[in-house]
């Protein structure tokens, strides 16, 4: 069983009467315990591939499957179901909420899944203990800095106990230092058994994985097994 | 939210100011007693003039005559005292005030309860007499003599009465007007010395019991004879308190008005306010959807908040309705705010956050969770 599958994955956009497809027959498995990046140029379908890994969005065709259940054909009450409970994601802009701290940010995807408030709190604060931020709990994303939000975001997305984490260029908004350190903690977690999957346009970023795929115009038109990936120490 | 709070004001004044006449109009039905009859000129349906045009003979009634209340006054089964009214002025050395002077018989004090705080009431010898004697009211009594007024002399439009009573304090009459500030005098002092011909109505009681409404029916029948025909009205207190119910009614109807239309507009305005929070938050509703929110979490989120705004518009609007009613005391308007109004208050304001707050808390629940987090 995959941590994620996708068979024949394809999404076309309608604009206006135009038809624009954007993935084109997508085949890609990922294994529990993986590190995965998607690598492109922008319009390659990164992003759309992304929305469909992360259950945002229905295929046109083709199936997703996590953790052996298919998924494209849910409602929306399912699917949001399926994205509190399997998918973690940590976005470029972190998207945490500013008028909420720190812990009850991560403790966000918890609640819907209607866990007990003693509960959320107790696995909030380990989810926040493993990123090094305890201190940080009661803060605010205004009171703290954006490698210590990209954290937050983090422990939000491993809270849950997903199957995967799916990241879309987490370090993008972070200055070239605070990057690797994001980088390494997600090496870490990786190695601490946690599936990664990283969306990114930079080929360094996309090093530090263990298998790159490369998508160009909605197909795959590579992949590559590293056998020595950038380690960040 | 302005509106909230002017709708559920106007709703637990309404309520209030209701509530409040009730308990006064009780409290005037015990104080008056409840067998007594009003015979006042007039229309016998009793549509026209009302039961509250006291002292004033509506155009083309035929006022009630002394010889009327003679007549009546043979029937040795009832009390009748006739009830004439003028506004005179009252004078004590330096001090006047214009007071309701009320001329009636002695045994007006026996047909309706008449409380005295200190003195009596004028008798049958001195009423034959046309005496120049007073019952005064208890605010005439302290501001002009300082509570000390029995025996002393007040100036009736210049001519002087001696003081023999003064009655407890009454407060506002059911059909309005101070009742501290009357006079009572003799009828035939009135009549002969500030030419007043017309009685205002007579009031009648049976002097054994006897039921009321029956009597209302042998007065009738009585009073066609001494009239010629039937131009009068015979009232009970029911009835009366009846026309003073219907008045309220339409007040309560207007002020409900008010606060319908308040409510909307309040309802209208959160309704704004959720949609412009909804478009800022347009971000916020992605990354809940993303985490897992499902569109009755966001729906109900919404809806919450357009609840709990509301419910703020109407607590406030419960605090101003108490203060008005402080200010409506001040005035001599019963008002009373009870548990009812209050319900009725949050369960308003509950409805319009819900009413209103749907349609804001249905889009933020319907936005695309991609577009939603892609928004700047």
């Given at each position: 069983?995959?941590?994620?599958e ?12 135009v ?7 997508v085949n890609l498995s990922?294994?529990?315990g993986?590190?995965l990046a998607i690598m ?9 591939l992304?929305?469909?890994l ?8 083709g199936?997703?499957w996590i953790?052996?259940k298919?998924?494209?054909?849910l409602?929306?009450?399912a699917?949001?179901y399926?994205r ?5 994601f ?5 998207n ?9 940010n991560v403790e966000?995807?918890?609640?819907y ?19 090094g ?7 605010k994303p205004?009171?703290i800095?954006?490698g210590e939000?990209?954290?937050v975001?983090?422990?939000r ?9 799916l ?6 908004n ?10 390494k903690?997600l090496?870490?977690?990786n ?5 990664l999957?990283i969306?990114?346009?930079d ?15 909605g ?15 | ?5 002017i709708g559920?004001?106007?709703i637990?004044?309404?309520?209030s100011?209701?509530s ?5 109009v ?5 104080g008056?007693?409840?067998?007594v009859l009003?015979?006042?000129p007039?229309n016998?349906?009793g549509?026209r003039?009302?039961?509250?045009a006291?002292g004033?003979?509506m ?10 209340y ?5 029937n040795?089964?009832?009390m ?6 003028r506004n005179?002025e009252?004078r004590k050395g330096s ?9 009636s018989?002695y045994l ?5 309860p ?7 009431f ?5 009423d034959g ?7 005064i009211?208890?605010?005439i ?16 439009d210049k ?12 407060g506002?009459?059911f059909m ?6 009357v006079?009572y005098?003799?009828y ?11 009685i205002t109505?007579l ?16 007065l009738?029948?009585?009073?066609i004879?001494?009239?010629g025909?039937?131009?009068f ?25 008010i ?11 959160i309704?704004n306010?959720?949609l ?22 966001v729906?109900?989120q ?5 609840v709990?705004?509301?419910l703020?518009g ?8 108490y203060?008005?009613?402080i200010?409506l005391?001040?005035?001599d ?9 209050v319900?009725?208050?949050i369960?308003f304001?509950?409805f319009?956050?819900?009413?209103f ?5 249905y ?5 695309d ?8």
């Amino acid at each position: 069983m995959n941590a994620i599958e996708t068979r024949q994955l394809e999404k076309i956009y309608k604009l206006d009467s135009v038809l624009v497809p954007a993935l084109n027959g997508v085949n890609l498995s990922v294994e529990f315990g993986e590190f995965l990046a998607i690598m492109g140029p922008s319009g390659s379908g990164k992003s759309t591939l992304m929305n469909l890994l992360g259950c945002l969005d229905r295929p046109t065709r083709g199936e997703v499957w996590i953790r052996g259940k298919r998924v494209d054909l849910l409602n929306d009450n399912a699917l949001a179901y399926i994205r509190s409970k399997e998918v973690g994601f940590a976005f470029q802009s972190y998207n945490l909420l500013p008028r909420l701290t720190a812990l009850e940010n991560v403790e966000l995807p918890l609640i819907y899944q209607g866990v007990s408030a003693n509960e959320r709190r107790k696995r909030a604060l380990t989810a926040l203990e493993r990123m090094g931020l305890q201190e940080r709990a009661y803060h605010k994303p205004t009171q703290i800095s954006g490698g210590e939000q990209q954290r937050v975001a983090l422990a939000r997305a491993l809270v849950t106990d997903p199957a995967f984490i799916l990241a879309d260029e987490p370090t993008g908004n972070l200055d070239s230092k605070t990057g690797k350190e994001i980088l390494k903690i997600l090496q870490e977690l990786n190695k601490q058994g946690i599936t990664l999957i990283i969306v990114t346009h930079d080929r360094f970023v996309g090093e530090h994985a263990r298998r790159i795929i490369q998508l160009k115009d909605g197909e795959i038109i590579g992949e590559e097994h590293l056998s020595s990936p950038i380690k960040e120490s | 939210m302005l509106g909230v709070i002017i709708g559920v004001f106007a709703i637990v004044l309404i309520t209030s100011i209701g509530s409040g006449v009730k308990i006064e109009v009780d409290k005037q039905i015990q104080g008056l007693g409840s067998d007594v009859l009003f015979i006042m000129p007039g229309n016998p349906s009793g549509t026209r003039g009302g039961g509250m045009a006291m002292g004033r003979n509506m155009i083309g009634e035929e006022p009630l005559k002394e010889k009327d209340y003679l007549s009546l006054a043979k029937n040795k089964e009832i009390m009748v005292s006739p009830v004439m009214n003028r506004n005179i002025e009252v004078r004590k050395g330096s001090e006047s005030i214009y007071a309701q002077v009320i001329g009636s018989n002695y045994l007006y004090p026996e047909i309706t309860p008449l409380p005295l705080k200190e003195g009596r009431f004028f008798n049958k010898l001195e009423d034959g007499d046309r005496a120049r004697l007073a019952v005064i009211g208890s605010t005439i009594a302290t501001e002009f003599f300082n509570g000390n007024s029995i025996g002393k002399q007040v100036y009736l439009d210049k001519i002087p009465f001696k003081v023999v009573g003064v009655l407890k304090e009454r407060g506002t009459g059911f059909m309005g007007g101070d009742q501290d500030s009357v006079v009572y005098i003799p009828y035939k002092t009135l009549s002969d010395l500030y030419n007043v011909e017309n009685i205002t109505m007579l009031m009648v009681t049976p002097k054994n019991s006897q039921n009321i409404d029956e009597l209302q029916k042998d007065l009738i029948n009585e009073f066609i004879k001494i009239r010629g025909k039937e131009n009068f009205r015979i009232s009970t207190q029911a009835q009366i308190l009846e026309i003073v119910g219907t008045i309220t009614g339409i007040l309560n109807l207007m002020l409900g008005g008010i606060a319908a239309v308040s409510l909307l507009v309040g309802g209208i305005g959160i309704m704004n306010i959720m949609l412009v929070s909804v478009a800022e938050r347009t971000r916020e509703i992605g990354i809940r959807k993303a985490v897992g929110a499902k569109r009755r979490d966001v729906l109900s989120q919404f809806l919450m908040e357009a609840v709990i705004l509301s419910l703020a518009g109407g607590t406030v609007g419960l605090l101003f309705s108490y203060l008005g009613t402080i200010v409506l005391k001040r005035f001599d308007v019963p008002s009373a705010i009870t548990l009812n109004s209050v319900v009725v208050a949050i369960l308003f304001s509950l409805f319009v956050g819900v009413v209103f707050g749907v349609y804001p808390a249905y889009k933020a629940s319907s936005l695309d969770p991609i577009v939603a987090l892609r928004h700047e």
